[in-house]
């Protein structure tokens, strides 16, 4: 045990079991939100979804997936501004794994407890949009390109709202620092959700919109653009953005639960076994949140993307502001 | 009383009110059809080749004057009143005026009429081919151009190849079971 | 792509005040595309994301159907105007039918009528239900599409237990329908009939088909994206569409209470009570709305069609060899997607001497120049999508 305790106070061997950790858990979690996402849409849809793959409810079918990407031919077009076009997925994937370090899935249990925590991550999250428009231009594909300007058009528009939406938690908890954020949540007893919920309510929209997920997928939007800034990928790169979307999906889903709901604290768990159950809590609460975003993909049709526009500059954004108005003024009056 | 006020013949066969109107008049009778008569809804334009030359298909049974006949199809949106206006042009570099000044849906029935019988429609915006690439040389729908595939295989010919049964054969085991079941 | 260099110079170069040189670009969509409902090419000058001058190009599924006709006997046309419009082929076949046996003089028995009427509002509403399932699909929303395709083949089955095939049946005989054997047991003519259990089984089906429409209307109506994306999109004012020969639910969304169904004698509509459903604005709303409301009426009119069916022949009197004789006739009739026609012209022969087919789509993707103009590259699928065409129905 000493043994042990002293391996992982080389700062290398600690490192590197933080990588592994991480390079074993995005794949999960892409993987379980996927499968969750395939089984989930099937039921919406009166079908049976995954079946065959490992047996049982198809369990292994995004491993089949996953095996069947790394055997395909690694496709470039040849019009294609070739190491752009091969950097995007990356820097897309770098983008989702950076968000992970700020994450508290419980007391103490976080890669790196920055006191810009919050900061720190919306603006890391904004890193893949660099990807996104790299990859949509760098494709050589009239549809790529619009579905990479799209996405810029998007993603700047709703980067606003989503960093708006959390001034009121951060004002509430007075700290930007993630577990410090969870903390507050825990001194006063209640997740802010209660009294932001006008904030969260702003936040999950502007995920969904930043995730490109319907009804604010147009980026990709397969009737319209083919596949938007996808086209072109095929074979790993394109499971890159893959696991890149389903990670994110649980990094933004973690960013808000963290923020909203308490992150990896319940109301009536004991302080001490939080070590212990808080990354339960923390993941059962990001798949109900994931949950909600695959509902939403499988029922509602996508926006306009000047619509889209308006809802962000004309209500996301001077809602976001009242928010923060009201909670201060709360905060000094109270 | 269509072709009273449009001025052509008229001929009433198998509840189609057809009018024989000269080329000359074609976009007046048109132009008369829509306002006066209120047929507003184009149906739709087309020719038939009557020649004596048949490449492809049965002959006539008789000889008629080689010609082109071009046909309008017009009816109103109340009643469901239509009638098929009819002119003749004839075989050699046949042309008529464009009706796409009269009802805009003839352009592209226009076009296909210029390609597949080579008539020219006079005042045409835009007289390029419809459905067949630009440089594909003949009138298909002429009853000059052969049918390729018929002068490679004969079959399907006018008549069966294999004589019908005159009489089933009666199922071994009449089966008395539901056929849904 | 090429990125233009002397452009990005020249921009640097004249400061900030410029006016910003943009570029159109020509955008191709089709003739793969999963929107264009087949091989239909659209040519577009986009301006960011407006599309200008949009040239629809047609002819990748031409397969010369005229021609061929010239070439057939009419009972083998039958099989070939199936392929016209191939998700109602069974509609495609009354006219042509029925203009045959108007240059012959044929009384079709009642039986045989009322059979080609319930297939052919089966035909409309399977039709009709591909597009409520395909139309909020090119919205972005999947899920509509499982419902109305489960829908979609309980009728495929009955027409499919009637006729023995889903989308060709080739069922209707000149004359009448496909005849019962003159011999054989009694199970064998009820196969070649209607089969055991058919009118019980399509008015229960009917019964499901109604509430099926409640629950797209449901799903779809009440989403407030989906009116978001399709109200005042697309408008298309009445004249216009006359005058382009737009027909069937796309003019009848625009404000026009015009049938074929009513207005022609082609089949017995005369005898059943149903509505002719008019929109009030003309929009891709409307064209969907139109349509969802079509589906009630036709399952109506197979419910009473259905109880009223009466018993006797299933065809006329016609020769071995069928000779239509010399004549001229157009007959048109309301199928799924608009006016569907023919113009007959024979010469007394086994075959037409010509054969012009009037396809509805043809005529109501001829708008489009004119409907896309200035549209946004979504709408451009939202009003393509609302127009219900199939590319059979276009080439020909």
């Known amino acids: 045990m000493e043994f042990l305790i002293d391996l992982f106070d080389n700062f290398w061997v600690s490192l590197a079991g933080k990588l592994l950790l991480v390079a074993t858990m995005i794949p999960l979690i892409g993987m379980v939100i996927g499968f969750a996402e395939m089984k989930l849409s099937a039921k919406m849809q009166a079908r049976v979804g995954p079946y065959f793959a490992g047996g049982r409810w198809g369990w292994a079918q995004l491993i089949a997936d996953g ?36 994450i508290p899935f419980g007391p103490g249990l976080i890669f790196r407890d920055l006191s810009v925590g919050i900061f720190y991550a919306l603006a890391i999250s904004s890193l893949s949009t660099i990807g996104i428009l790299m990859a949509g231009w760098s494709s050589a594909n009239k549809y790529s390109l619009i579905g990479g300007l799209r996405a810029a058009g998007q993603l700047i528009a709703y980067e606003l709202p989503l960093v708006l939406a959390v001034v009121g938690s951060v004002i509430m908890a007075g700290t930007m620092s993630m577990s410090g954020i969870v903390e507050a949540q825990i001194n006063a007893g209640f997740p802010y959700v209660i009294v932001q919920f006008v904030g969260f309510a702003i936040f999950m929209v502007a995920a969904l919109a930043e995730l490109t997920r319907i009804p604010f997928d147009m980026p990709i939007a397969e009737s319209e653009l083919v596949m938007g800034y996808l086209t072109e990928y095929s074979g790993f790169r394109f499971l890159f953005f893959f696991l890149a979307e389903f990670a994110n999906m649980f990094s933004m889903s973690a960013i808000a639960a963290t923020l909203f709901l308490g992150g990896y604290w319940l109301p009536g768990i004991p302080e001490d076994l939080l070590s212990f159950v808080g990354p339960f809590i923390l993941i059962g609460k990001v798949f109900l949140l994931a949950f909600l975003m695959i509902w939403f993909r499988w029922t509602f049709p996508r926006f306009r993307e000047d619509q889209l526009q308006g809802i962000a500059w004309k209500w996301l954004i001077p809602l976001a502001l009242a928010n923060i108005a009201v909670t201060a003024i709360l905060k000094v009056v109270l | 009383m269509v072709a009273g006020s449009v001025g052509g013949e008229a001929d009433i066969h198998f509840d189609t009110v057809k009018v024989s109107v000269s080329p000359d008049s074609w976009v007046d009778v048109h132009t008369k059809a829509r306002d006066d008569l209120d047929l507003v809804f184009f149906s739709w334009l087309s020719a038939i080749h009557w020649s004596n030359d048949v490449q492809a298909g049965d002959s006539l049974n008789e000889e008629v004057d080689e010609r082109f006949e ?112 | 792509m090429t990125i233009d260099t002397d452009a990005i110079r020249h921009l640097s170069e004249a400061q900030v005040s410029v006016e910003l040189e943009t570029e159109d670009m020509t955008l191709n969509i089709g003739p793969q595309h999963p929107s264009t409902h087949g091989v239909l090419r659209l040519v577009a000058r986009v301006d960011g994301e407006r599309a200008y001058n949009v040239q629809p190009v047609i002819g990748y599924m031409h397969r010369g159907y005229e021609k061929l006709s010239e070439v057939r006997t009419y009972p083998q046309i039958t099989a ?206 409307d064209r969907w709305w139109v349509r969802l409301q079509e589906i009630r009426e036709s399952a109506k009119i197979i419910q009473q069609a259905v109880d009223g069916i009466p018993s006797g022949d299933l065809q006329a009197k016609v020769p071995k060899v069928i000779k239509v004789p010399k004549g001229e006739t157009y007959v048109r009739a309301e199928n799924p997607k608009g006016e569907m026609g023919y113009y007959l012209v024979s010469d007394g022969g086994q075959g037409p001497y010509r054969l012009k087919i009037r396809s509805a789509s043809f005529s109501n993707i001829s708008i489009l120049p004119w409907i896309l103009e200035g549209a946004l590259v979504p709408d451009i699928i939202a009003i393509m999508g609302s127009l219900d065409f199939v590319l059979g129905d276009v080439d020909r």
């Open chain 3, 80 to 285: 070939i105007v199936n392929r016209i419009d191939w998700v109602s082929g069974y509609a495609n076949e009354i006219p042509f039918i029925v203009a045959a046996e108007k240059l012959m003089g044929l009384d079709v028995p009642e039986r045989a009528q009322y059979i080609r009427l319930i297939l052919t509002e089966m035909a409309r509403i399977s039709s009709h239900l591909i597009f409520m399932a395909s139309y909020p699909l090119e919205l972005g929303a999947a899920t509509p599409l499982f419902f109305a395709l489960r829908e979609r083949e309980r009728v495929l089955d009955l027409l499919e237990g009637v006729t023995g095939g889903r989308f060709h049946p080739n069922f209707n005989r000149i004359g009448g329908v496909k005849p019962a054997y003159g011999s054989g047991s009694a199970t064998r003519k009820m196969i070649q009939d209607l089969p055991a259990g058919f009118l019980s089984e399509t008015r229960e089906a009917m019964d499901q088909v109604l509430d099926v429409t409640d629950e797209l209307e449901a799903l779809v109506a009440g989403n407030e994206i989906i009116l978001a994306r399709t109200k005042d999109v697309g408008v298309l004012p009445p004249e216009v569409a006359a005058a382009f020969g737009v027909s069937g639910p796309n003019l009848r969304a625009s404000g026009v209470a015009f049938d074929l169904r009513k207005a022609e004698d082609y089949l017995p509509y005369h005898l059943f009570e149903f509505d002719v459903v008019t929109g009030e604005n003309g929009d891709c709303w």
């Open chain 1, 67 to 102: 095996v069947k990407f790394f055997q395909k031919e690694d496709i470039v077009p040849d019009a294609a501004d070739k190491p752009v076009f091969k950097s995007a997925p990356i820097l897309v994937l770098v983008g989702t794994v950076a968000l992970f370090v700020v």
């Open chain 2, 70 to 181: 071009v046909l309008t199809t017009v009816g109103d949106l109340t009643e469901g009143r239509r009638v098929t206006f009819s002119t003749r042009l004839p075989i050699d570099s046949p042309s008529i005026a464009s009706l796409v000044g009269v009802y805009t849906g003839a352009d592209w029935h226009e076009r296909e009429t210029y390609e597949m019988f080579g008539i020219v429609f006079e005042g045409h915006p835009n007289l390029v081919h419809l459905y067949l690439p630009e440089s594909f040389i003949g009138n298909p729908l002429r009853k000059s151009y052969p049918l390729l595939s018929r002068e490679v295989k004969p079959w399907p010919g006018t008549v069966d190849v294999e004589a019908m049964p005159e009489k089933p054969e009666a199922p071994e085991e009449p089966s008395t079971e539901n056929p849904e079941a």
